[in-house]
C-alpha cells in the first residue's frame, strides 16, 4: 500500500513538471496547423418551424475560437436555405460587425412544404478541409398539411466505441454503445445485453437520456462475443463484436474530484511488451494550444494511473492523443473540462402592462459589468415551433470539435448549465476528434480565401478625362457622394456596402457642375457561388408534427384585388401627399413630397438631414446605446452649465408619422423612396423652447402600390448623365420585426405555431436594465429564449417563462 502511495505522488510530480515540455517537431506540425484563426457561426432563429406568410428571423454571432472573444474581421456573412436533399434555394450576403449580425428571409407561397436546411458561412471559412458553417434543420408549411411529408428512416445501426478508441484484452474496458438511423442520428432503445459464445449474459444495460449507454467490459482475445439490442417496438438486433486487437492500448479519462481527472492506461502485457518501459507521451491540445506529458509503464503492471489538475487544462474541450512510435496517437479521447467556464446569466424578465395591446418586457443581469449583446424571441408558452438542435453554448464550446454533426448538441447545454454525466458519454461515442492527424501532418490550410470585407469595386475609364473634369460616384443608401482617385484610368472604390439590385451611379463632373455620362469597365465581386450541403447532416427522421394539422392562418395579400384608381375633383385642389391624416392642418401643402428626382439624388433620408445643416453621426459600433444621432451645426448657445455641448449644439424634435421620437434610432437605414412626405422647421417655433434644434416631420408612404411622383424632364435628363452598375448580390436591407397578421389568437394554431416577438439586438451594459415592447396576444405565459454573448466572450443561453398574471 505505502509502495502504491509513493508511485502516486511521484507520478503527480511528473505529470506537472512535465507540463512544460515540448515535441518540437509534432508540436510545430500542431501549432502551423492551426495557424490561421478559426471561427464559429451561430445562427439564433425566432424559430424553427414557420408558415408560408411568415419571415425567417435570425441574429448572427460570429467567434474566435482562439481568443475567446467575438470575431471582428469578417464583415460579409453568407446565409442561404436549401431543400431536403441539400439543394440551394436562395442564398444571401448580410452585414456583419465586431462579430455580431442579423437579417430576415420572407417565406411566399413558393416554398413547398417541407424540411429545408438553413445555412450560414462566410468566405474565410473556405481555406479549412473541416466545414465550420452552421447549419440548422426547419420546416416550413404550406397552408394546411394533409398528409405526413417525412422520409422516416428504417435502418438502425448499432454503434460499438471502446473508450480511447481500441478494445484492449483481459483488462476493463469502457464501452460506449449508441443506436442511430443511416444517416448518424440516435435512435432510442429499450435495454442492451453484452453475451459470450455460449450466451452467458456478462452485462444488462439501459440507454442514458442521450440515448447512449456507457458500461464496462472486460473481454478475452479467445471468446467471442455479441451485443443484442432490444428496441422500443419489441424487435431485436443481435451483432458481433470484433474481437480486441493486439498492441492495442486503452485510454481512460474520468473526474477524479472537483480540481482533478484520472488518466489511465491500460494494456495487454501478452501482445503489447514492447510498450512496457517506454516512453509514451501524451498530448492535450486544442486549435492550436499543445502541452506533452511523457509517461511510462512499469514492468510489474498492465496499467497506470495518473492524477492532472484540471485548472492546466484549456476550458472546455481537449483532445487527449497518446502517442508511442507512430506519429500517428494509438489512442484518443477527448473531454470537456468544465472548470473555468463562465457565463453571463439573465435575471427574470420583468413584464408590465402598458397600453390595452401593448406589454414591456424588462431585462438585466445579475452580476457582469461588461456590455452584453442579446437577441430574443418570445413565443407562446405551448410552442411547438422552436426546437434548435443547437445553442450558442453548444455552437461555440462543442460542435468545432466534433466529427459526428448529426448529434443535438443544445440538449447538453441547457439554461447555462452543462449536463456532465450526459456528454462525457457523448465524447466516449465519438471516439476520434474531426481533426485527423494524417491531415494535420501532411497538409496545413494555406491562406487562399481572405476576409471578406464589403465589396470590391475596380473599375477603368475609357476615355480620358479633362484637366477639369473629375469621376463623381452618386450618393448611396449605404455610402456617401464622393471623387474618384484615378491611376492611368483605373479606380477601386473604398469599402462600401451596397444593397442588393442597388445601382452604384457614376458621372462625369466638370469644373462647372455639370454632369455627363462616362464609358466605363467595372469588375465587382458581388458574386455568390452556388453550392449544397453534404448528405452527412440530414436527419430525415419525422419532424412534421401531427398537431401541424392545424395552422394560424396568415393574411399575406397575395389575393387583393387592386382596384382603379378614382380621382375626385372639388373647389379647391389638395395633393394625395399633403391630404395624408397624420400631417397636421398648419402643414397642408407645405409638406416636401418625395420624387423620383429626390430619390435620385438623396437616395438616404439621413442625407437629406445632413444638406438641411444637420450633423448626422451614425454610430454602429458594439458599445453603442443609441446608433443615430443628430445635432445642429452650428452653435447655438455659449452656455457651459448642466449639458453644455448638447445646449450649445441641440437635437431636433423629430415626428415619425406625428408621433415624437424619444432616440433616432428607427432612422437607420431609411430610404427616401418609403417616404411620402417630410417637413423641416428650422427655427422651431411650434415646439417654443424646446425647438432650438428645430422639428423635422416624417411620413412614410401610405401605398407601396401608388408610384412616387415624377418629374419626366429630370428622369431623362438624369438617364443621360449617369452610368449606372447594378449591384446584383448586394448586402440585404435590415428589417424591422412585423408580427405576422394573424387571423386570431384564441386557438391551438397559434400557441403552437405562432410567434409573438423578436428582438434582434437587445444591449445590456452591467447591471443596467433594458426593455422593449411586444403586442399583447392574450397569452397567460411566453416562453423567452434568450442567445447572446458580451465584449469579452461571455456566452448567453436561457430559457425564461413568464406568467403574465404572477410577474410586476
Do not use: C
Not at 363 to 386: A, G, H, M, Q, Y
Request: proline content about 4%; aromatic content about 10%; glycine content about 6%.
Amino acid at each position: 500500500m505505502l509502495k502504491n502511495i509513493r508511485f502516486l505522488i511521484v507520478t503527480i510530480i511528473i505529470l506537472s513538471f512535465s507540463l512544460q515540455v515540448k515535441s518540437q517537431e509534432l508540436g510545430t506540425v500542431y501549432s502551423n496547423y492551426f495557424e490561421l484563426p478559426r471561427e464559429s457561426i451561430f445562427l439564433h432563429l425566432n424559430k424553427t418551424t414557420y408558415i408560408t406568410g411568415e419571415d425567417i428571423y435570425f441574429k448572427a454571432y460570429i467567434y474566435n475560437r482562439q481568443t475567446g472573444k467575438p470575431f471582428s474581421e469578417t464583415t460579409n456573412l453568407i446565409v442561404g436555405i436549401y431543400d431536403s436533399l441539400g439543394n440551394q434555394v436562395i442564398k444571401k450576403q448580410f452585414i456583419s460587425g465586431n462579430g455580431f449580425g442579423n437579417g430576415h428571409f420572407e417565406l411566399d407561397s413558393s416554398f413547398p412544404s417541407g424540411s429545408y436546411y438553413i445555412k450560414a458561412s462566410t468566405n474565410w471559412m473556405k481555406n479549412f478541409y473541416e466545414d465550420d458553417s452552421f447549419h440548422q434543420k426547419i420546416t416550413i408549411y404550406n397552408s394546411s398539411v394533409s398528409k405526413d411529408l417525412s422520409n422516416i428512416s428504417s435502418v438502425k445501426k448499432i454503434k460499438f466505441t471502446p473508450e480511447g478508441g481500441s478494445l484492449v484484452n483481459d483488462v476493463a474496458n469502457n464501452v460506449a454503445i449508441r443506436v442511430s438511423d443511416e444517416h448518424g442520428y440516435s435512435k432510442p432503445f429499450k435495454k442492451g445485453i453484452i453475451k459470450d459464445q455460449y450466451g452467458y449474459h456478462l452485462t444488462t444495460f439501459t440507454p442514458g437520456k442521450n440515448n447512449i449507454a456507457v458500461v464496462t467490459f472486460s473481454p478475452r482475445a479467445t471468446f467471442e462475443y455479441s451485443l443484442e439490442i432490444e428496441h422500443e417496438d419489441g424487435s431485436k438486433q443481435l451483432q458481433k463484436i470484433a474481437p480486441p486487437k493486439k498492441n492495442a492500448v486503452g485510454l481512460a479519462i474520468a473526474s477524479h474530484s472537483m480540481d482533478k481527472i484520472a488518466i489511465t492506461l491500460r494494456l495487454d502485457k501478452k501482445t503489447t511488451t514492447s510498450i512496457i518501459n517506454d516512453t509514451l507521451y501524451l498530448l492535450i491540445h486544442r486549435d492550436g494550444m499543445a502541452k506533452k506529458i511523457n509517461l511510462t509503464i512499469p514492468k510489474d503492471l498492465n496499467y497506470a494511473s495518473y492524477l492532472f489538475d484540471k485548472s492546466q487544462l484549456q476550458q472546455g474541450v481537449n483532445i487527449f492523443s497518446l502517442f508511442h512510435d507512430s506519429k500517428e496517437p494509438i489512442a484518443e479521447r477527448i473531454y470537456f473540462n468544465t472548470e473555468g467556464i463562465k457565463y453571463e446569466e439573465i435575471q427574470k424578465p420583468t413584464i408590465t402592462k402598458t397600453q390595452t395591446d401593448s406589454l414591456l418586457i424588462s431585462l438585466s443581469k445579475k452580476t457582469s459589468n461588461s456590455l452584453s449583446n442579446l437577441s430574443i424571441s418570445v413565443l407562446p408558452f405551448e410552442t411547438i415551433s422552436n426546437a434548435p438542435s443547437q445553442n450558442i453554448l453548444s455552437a461555440f464550446y462543442l460542435k468545432p470539435y466534433l466529427k459526428n454533426q448529426t448529434i443535438s448538441y443544445s440538449r447538453y447545454f441547457s439554461k447555462n448549465t452543462i449536463d456532465s454525466l450526459e456528454l462525457d458519454a457523448l465524447l466516449i461515442s465519438q471516439g476520434q476528434s474531426r481533426y485527423l492527424w494524417k491531415r494535420i501532418l501532411n497538409n496545413p490550410p494555406k491562406k487562399t480565401y481572405t476576409f471578406s470585407q464589403g465589396v470590391s469595386i475596380k473599375g477603368t475609364l475609357n476615355k480620358k478625362l479633362r484637366s477639369n473634369e473629375q469621376l463623381f460616384l452618386h450618393a448611396g443608401t449605404t455610402y456617401p457622394a464622393q471623387t474618384l482617385k484615378l491611376e492611368n484610368g483605373n479606380f477601386t472604390l473604398p469599402l462600401i456596402f451596397p444593397e442588393t439590385e442597388q445601382a452604384l451611379q457614376f458621372s462625369i463632373l466638370s469644373g462647372r457642375g455639370k454632369l455627363t455620362k462616362p464609358s466605363l469597365s467595372i469588375l465587382s465581386t458581388d458574386i455568390l457561388e452556388k453550392d449544397f450541403i453534404t448528405e452527412r447532416i440530414f436527419n430525415k427522421t419525422n419532424s412534421f408534427s401531427s398537431k401541424a394539422k392545424t395552422l394560424p392562418v396568415v393574411s399575406n395579400f397575395d389575393d387583393i384585388e387592386q382596384l382603379n384608381e378614382v380621382i375626385l375633383t372639388g373647389k379647391k385642389k389638395v395633393s394625395y401627399e399633403s391630404s395624408n391624416p397624420l400631417v397636421p392642418s398648419f402643414l397642408k401643402n407645405k409638406v416636401t413630397v418625395v420624387t423620383e428626382d429626390l430619390v435620385f439624388k438623396q437616395p438616404s433620408f439621413l442625407d437629406i438631414i445632413r444638406s438641411r445643416g444637420y450633423t448626422v453621426r451614425e454610430d454602429l459600433q458594439f458599445a453603442s446605446t443609441t446608433r443615430v444621432q443628430i445635432r445642429v451645426r452650428t452653435q447655438q448657445s455659449f452656455g457651459l452649465g448642466s449639458g453644455g455641448s448638447e445646449r450649445a449644439f441641440p437635437q431636433p424634435v423629430i415626428y415619425f408619422n406625428d408621433v415624437k421620437l424619444i432616440d433616432f434610432d428607427i432612422l437607420t437605414g431609411l430610404r427616401t423612396e418609403d417616404l411620402e412626405s417630410f417637413y423641416f422647421q428650422r427655427n422651431g417655433a411650434s415646439e417654443g423652447v424646446n425647438g432650438t434644434g428645430g422639428v423635422i416631420r416624417i411620413y412614410t408612404r401610405r401605398n407601396l402600390n401608388k408610384p412616387i411622383k415624377s418629374d419626366s424632364k429630370k428622369e431623362i435628363s438624369n438617364m443621360s448623365e449617369v452610368f449606372a452598375y447594378p449591384i446584383k448580390n448586394g448586402f440585404e436591407k435590415e428589417k424591422k420585426f412585423i408580427q405576422p397578421d394573424y387571423s386570431t389568437y384564441d386557438d391551438k394554431a397559434f400557441t403552437n405555431f405562432g410567434v409573438i416577438h423578436w428582438e434582434p439586438q437587445l444591449i445590456l451594459d452591467g447591471k443596467k436594465s433594458s426593455s422593449f415592447n411586444i403586442k399583447d396576444t392574450g397569452n397567460k405565459k411566453l416562453m423567452v429564449h434568450i442567445e447572446g454573448m458580451t465584449l469579452d466572450g461571455l456566452l448567453i443561453s436561457t430559457i425564461k417563462t413568464l406568467n403574465l398574471y404572477n410577474s410586476n
